[in-house]
């Protein structure tokens, strides 16, 4: 099932139950949905999985950095909120790679791509962002092949 069909029928679960908080991000999410299906170029096509993906990801990460700016500014009240609407988002991304999976996929990255040292950095980004992509976060992507190619023990 298409991640739109999903989200419809999660919103009328949502709405039986009366959880408003879950209704909200879900159409939320519907939102971006419609935007990015009547886009320029896309004539109302379905979106692929990797846009599905792409989108949620993005959708992620505005709550988590949103979550941080209420988290300096003191505001528990509203990063409680973005919180629990990151945490329904992520219900939806494909399982998220723990820190020593990811080290071992890029390993692999670096070897086949041939990276050497720091010079490198664009040419290993380039296919663990695409390789990666939902299943890890780009800062923990970028901080880990960083570490990796600095470390020139490869």
């Keep these: ?12 679960k949502a709405m039986l139950a009366k959880d408003k908080v879950r209704l909200t991000t879900l159409r939320s999410i519907k939102s971006q949905i419609l935007l990015a299906e009547t886009a320029e170029g ?3 096509a379905a979106l692929t999985p990797d846009a599905e993906i792409k989108l949620l990801t993005k959708q992620a990460k505005q709550r988590r950095e949103a979550a ?3 988290n300096k500014q003191f505001r528990s009240d509203l990063e409680e ?31 086949r791509v041939g990276a050497t040292g720091p010079s490198d950095l664009g040419k290993v980004m380039g296919v663990a962002a695409r390789e990666l992509a ?6 923990v992507i970028s901080q880990v092949v960083s570490n990796l190619l600095n470390n020139t023990n490869l």
Aim: proline fraction near 2%; avoid cysteine.
């Design 68 to 70: 941080e700016t209420y």
């Design 134 to 139: 939902g299943q890890a976060d780009g800062r």
């Design 81 to 111: 909120v973005e919180l629990n609407e990151l945490a329904i988002i992520e219900e939806y991304l494909p399982q998220q790679l723990t820190e020593a999976d990811i080290v071992e996929r890029i390993v692999g990255i670096i070897q």
């Design 1 to 12: 099932m298409a991640l739109k069909e999903t989200i419809d029928a999660d919103i009328k």
């Design 42 to 44: 896309q004539h109302g």
